[in-house]
């Protein structure tokens, strides 16, 4: 790497190792990665960002995982040690990574984006918003976008990936002493749970389709949809290139619309690529086509009727988002963590298999939400809050 800040670079694994050592002694150890996905099917890990609290002050790394030799067996091992929490923010993408290329999920875990929206800082708070409210600071944002698969490393790439895991330290203390005076560290802990299911970052093949929004609901046209949206999954995992690169949503419903029988037909599609229109790619779209045409009645998709034919009661849905802003304003929890808007229609038509009748989600919303359904309760204005009110 570019020799820029002071600040320590690991490009070895020996260096590597030392420093994970000295990790596992503290309570807490903080972690953020670059990487690149633009052009791959998977995430190219070009950096991991790691910190710890050390008054001593040398305390904070930044690991080359493209440096010549370097295994980063030292930092899986320093994951699997239960004794250290792993501290991220917004963790999915960084998650992902470590699963897919070692099978690896760190744990103990802790999403900072998440305990913020339920310590009330909104919906999905960024990051730089928290370095600004918490650590008092403000992050100069303009490497954001940059390669960092190009070595070496600027000095401002440098400095603004080590601030991801610096200021982290204080925004995790903070927001663990309020989840810990709030009584809320169980609902952090629930949503970890998510994070940590090795299936929340695996992409099944068969289930592929269920991404792609179409407006129709046909059977036959929706096994079009699946066989299409199947190839383009294994083409794509398979060539370890975007989904994009293969063909788009878009030219995805218009294929499954307009059903080209041969090359000639793919020839007159005004939404696939060039490349899409012959060789591997064109034999599988067509190969796809004619299975979806081809698949029995029986095997056919079914389409997700329950919303189409969900009979929601608009004023009780309308109560319910009233309900909702209130529990949240009083409980200082981001409502989307809470109930989406889906959720609202789903018990305004009769629906109760949803995720805000469960775990803490019930119990700041859910049960109040149960007695409005049920009319056992109304909603009424007091001074500056809503409440509810028995019937």
Not at 99 to 125: H, K, N, R, S, Y
Request: proline share 4%.
């Amino acid at each position: 790497m570019n020799d820029g800040p002071s600040m320590n670079k690991i490009t070895t694994t020996q260096e590597l190792a030392v420093f994970c050592a000295e990790a596992s002694k503290r309570a807490y150890v903080t972690v953020d990665t670059e990487f690149l996905r633009e052009r791959t099917y998977y995430s190219k890990l070009c950096l991991v960002q790691l910190a710890y609290q050390d008054d001593a002050g040398a305390d904070a790394v930044l690991v080359d995982p493209l440096a010549e030799g370097l295994s980063l067996d030292p930092l899986y091992a320093l994951f699997r040690n239960t004794d250290v929490v792993k501290v991220f923010h917004a963790a999915r993408q960084d998650l992902e990574i470590f699963c897919v290329e070692a099978g690896v999920i760190p744990e103990p875990l802790f999403d900072t984006q998440v305990a913020a929206m339920v310590c009330g800082f909104g919906e999905q708070v960024g990051y730089e918003t928290l370095v600004r409210k918490i650590a008092k600071a403000d992050l100069d944002k303009s490497s954001r976008f940059t390669d960092w698969t190009r070595r070496p490393l600027t000095d401002a790439q440098l400095t603004y990936a080590i601030a991801d895991v610096t200021y982290l330290r204080d925004i995790y203390e903070y927001l663990a002493d309020r989840l810990e005076k709030s009584g809320r560290k169980k609902w952090v802990a629930e949503e970890m749970a998510v994070l940590k299911d090795p299936a929340t970052y695996a992409a099944n093949p068969d289930e592929a389709w269920q991404r792609v929004k179409t407006r129709t609901q046909s059977g036959r046209f929706l096994a079009i949809v699946r066989e299409l949206a199947r190839f383009r999954e294994i083409y794509a995992r398979d060539n370890n290139i975007p989904r994009s690169r293969v063909f788009k949503d878009d030219a995805l419903v218009e294929l499954a619309s307009t059903k080209p029988q041969n090359e000639q037909d793919l020839g007159r599609s005004r939404l696939l690529l060039r490349e899409a229109r012959r060789g591997d790619i064109a034999q599988g779209i067509l190969a796809s086509i004619k299975a979806g045409l081809e698949t029995p009645t029986t095997d056919l998709p079914k389409p997700d009727k329950s919303r189409v034919a969900m009979q929601v009661n608009p004023a009780l849905a309308d109560m319910l988002r009233v309900l909702l802003k209130a529990k949240t304003d009083n409980e200082g929890v981001a409502q989307k963590l809470v109930a989406s808007s889906a959720d609202l229609d789903a018990l305004a038509a009769g629906e109760r298999d949803v995720p805000a009748m469960t775990g803490w989600r019930r119990e700041v919303f859910g049960n109040d939400a149960l007695q409005l359904c049920d009319g056992k309760v109304g909603l009424a204005v007091k001074g500056q809050r809503v409440v509810t009110v028995p019937l």
